[in-house]
């Protein structure tokens, strides 16, 4: 039971803290939307920063498969990069909850270390993937665009959190590659 109790807890802590759009749920909070009481919660993860960690990594977990998967599917450097725009963008990482639990992560890794070591994880992932496929393309400025397209991913979740309306995964996918093809435009330059 222990592995089911702590999904729907990680599960339950990603909808609370996305609905409320801040860290200022209480785990009685996020433990009664998991069906079971906070003494439990606690039990198992010990604070509420602990299970928004928790909760944080299985995000990564997900996003890391699909990243995975679109990259197997992908053909030729700029489908690399491709691939993991659109698992940046996907309906599962792309929803409202998980929007506005990256927004809260971004703020947690201000101050509290283990937050900013696995920002930092998914940071240099992310960056990694981007530039194998875009050295092909891009050369010395592989690394550069990779960070820009990183920031810009970054950016498109912000607006996100602070708009109303569903998602539009595949407008940010656009928005990104309009980026990625300016920048390739430049060449040497």
Do not use: C
């Amino acid at each position: 039971m222990e592995p089911i109790r702590k999904a729907a807890l990680v599960n339950a802590t990603i909808v609370e803290i996305g609905q409320k759009g801040s860290l200022d749920v209480t785990v009685a909070q996020i433990a009664q939307r998991a069906g079971m009481s906070s003494a439990l919660a606690h039990h198992y993860f010990g604070s509420k920063e602990e299970m928004f960690l928790a909760a944080m990594r299985q995000l990564m977990t997900v996003y890391g498969a699909e990243v995975r998967g679109a990259i197997a599917a992908s053909e030729g450097p700029l489908g690399r990069v491709r691939a993991v725009l659109i698992a940046s963008f996907s309906p599962m990482n792309f929803r409202r909850d998980v929007v506005g639990a990256w927004l809260n992560f971004w703020v947690l890794a201000q101050s509290l270390p283990a937050a900013k070591r696995l920002l930092a994880i998914y940071q240099r992932r992310l960056h990694s993937n981007l530039v194998v496929g875009l050295r092909p393309l891009a050369g010395a400025r592989a690394g550069s665009i990779a960070a820009g397209l990183g920031a810009l991913i970054d950016g498109l979740y912000l607006r996100e959190a602070l708009k109303i309306g569903a998602p539009d995964g595949a407008a940010a996918v656009r928005t990104a590659m309009d980026y990625l093809a300016a920048e390739l435009a430049k060449g040497d330059a």
